[in-house]
């Protein structure tokens, strides 16, 4: 579905990204961890088109996007659910929700999408009229991951949506992106809650200092010596 060939990014002259490849398929849940300041979150910009690559390719299901703006990224179904959340703060849950209905295309079916966004999150049914500002952070990521969904994406893009939360509700977040995913969305997750994510996607990629340093079926990166060591800490 989505294919990175060799991208290289950064923020004027400070380069992020050093010919980062990677591809996720159709269905798949794939992982991108490792430490603060990897490239983690320029890799979302540069799918999301936030921030523009200085080398490689990115297509969507065959199709190249080097040449499409930001704002057109979401009408060919990629949502990005960035880093903290931005949930405008001042609008009810379901005006935020209705924020991730704006294209086109996703306006016809709001109804439809509010209602699926409401069962898979009953909890945003119950807060519908209340401000997201207010908000607990565990059900700020609910209303973040549910306005994503409600574009009616084919690829999910979520930068560390355990981010800031308590142990327990970490969990009920790596729940949702596992019920997410059987909902048949596709899924690329950036985290540094190495350990649980491992545990709900079908395949992962180390990034460190900008550069993807391993990569495989998820279990075969927990059971790695090196990242149990580095990043889990056993
Ligand atoms: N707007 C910016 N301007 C300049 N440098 C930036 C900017 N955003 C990020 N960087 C730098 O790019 C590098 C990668 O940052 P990035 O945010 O992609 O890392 P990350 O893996 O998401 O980290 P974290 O886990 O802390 O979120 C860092 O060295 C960071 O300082
Ligand atoms: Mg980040």
Redesign the pocket.
């Known amino acids: 579905m989505l294919t990175i060939e060799n991208v290289s990014a950064?923020?004027?002259t400070?380069q992020?990204l050093f010919g980062v490849s990677l591809e996720v398929r159709a269905g798949e849940a794939v992982a991108v961890i490792?430490?603060?300041?990897?490239?983690?979150?320029?890799?979302l910009?540069v799918i999301s088109k936030v921030i523009s690559m200085t080398g490689g390719h990115i297509a969507m299901e065959g199709q190249s996007i080097d040449e499409v703006p930001s704002h057109q990224i979401i009408e060919l179904g990629i949502a990005h659910v960035p880093?903290h959340r931005r949930l405008f703060p001042r609008l009810t849950v379901e005006e935020n929700l209705r924020m991730g209905a704006f294209v086109a295309s996703a306006r016809s079916r709001y109804e439809e999408r509010l209602a699926f966004v409401y069962e898979l999150f009953p909890r945003m049914k119950e807060r519908r009229h209340q401000l997201a500002g207010t908000l607990s952070g565990g059900e700020q990521q609910m209303c973040a991951i549910g306005r994503g969904l409600m574009s009616g994406p084919k690829l999910l893009l979520l930068?560390?949506p355990s981010a800031g939360l308590a142990p327990v509700i970490v969990q009920q977040v790596f729940d949702l992106v596992r019920r997410i995913r059987q909902e048949g969305y596709t899924v690329l997750i950036?985290e540094?809650n190495i350990q649980q994510v491992l545990k709900v996607v079908d395949r992962a990629y180390l990034?460190e200092v900008?550069r993807i340093k391993m990569s495989g079926p998820a279990g075969d990166l927990l059971a790695n010596d090196e990242v149990r060591r580095a990043y889990i800490g056993l």
Do not use: C, I, M, W
């Open positions: 950064g923020y004027g400070f992020a490792g430490p603060n300041g990897a490239g983690k979150t320029s890799l910009r880093e930068d560390e950036v540094q990034l900008g």
